[in-house]
């Protein structure tokens, strides 16, 4: 079901039969993508990524969390703290594909990789596709450090709470072991569906 508070909840069988009457996209898969900032105008930052999400051909935006304000995990310790959210999508492009998509859009956003855990403009993490189990020189899923991480876990659980992270389990469990100290939900902060 929608969490856009300004629509009127749809019940998920309604949901399933919208999504199965999409003939745009053949043979879609699921995908979570998290995504972050600590530089520049943060929101705009997160939503901008949103709306590149929702421009690719062969990709649906379909749930966005709400924004999480994050204390820095690792870095340089005097860098700003960050907004994340989590989106899940549609998608009919392999991960190989979604994560040159990702980087494209951090790339459009001026994103700069100086230092591990460095700040920036833009974060664009696939967190799982579908309970694919994979690793290679370019891809890990799903994501390596997902399952430890307060930041990713709280929005994935809100806009899917019935989500498991392939080989870690449930995420509402993981929240439950990991815990939320140093992540703020911002409720005075929205993101939304692409336009």
Do not use: C
């Not at 900032?37 to 930052?45: H, I, K, T, V």
């Amino acid at each position: 079901m929608s969490s856009d508070p300004t629509t009127t909840p749809v019940a998920p069988d309604v949901e399933r039969k919208v999504d199965d009457a999409d003939t745009t996209l053949q043979n879609p898969r699921t995908a979570v993508v998290a995504l972050g900032s600590n530089l520049g105008n943060r929101l705009d930052m997160l939503q901008g990524a949103i709306d590149s999400l929702g421009d690719t051909p062969g990709m649906r935006v379909k749930k966005v969390s709400g924004v999480y304000e994050t204390e820095p995990v690792g870095g340089p310790a005097d860098q700003p703290t960050y907004f994340n959210a989590v989106v899940l999508v549609r998608t009919t492009l392999p991960p190989s594909s979604l994560l040159e998509r990702a980087n494209a859009i951090e790339e459009a956003y001026e994103r700069v990789r100086e230092e591990r855990w460095g700040p920036r403009t833009l974060d664009v993490d696939i967190l799982a596709y579908e309970d694919v189990i994979t690793s290679d020189d370019q891809l890990t899923l799903p994501h390596p450090r997902a399952h430890e991480r307060g930041f990713v876990l709280a929005p994935w659980n809100e806009i899917d709470p019935d989500a498991v992270v392939p080989g870690h389990g449930p995420v509402a469990d993981l929240l439950a072991e990991v815990g939320i100290e140093g992540v703020t939900r911002r409720d005075d902060l929205s993101l939304h569906l692409p336009e």
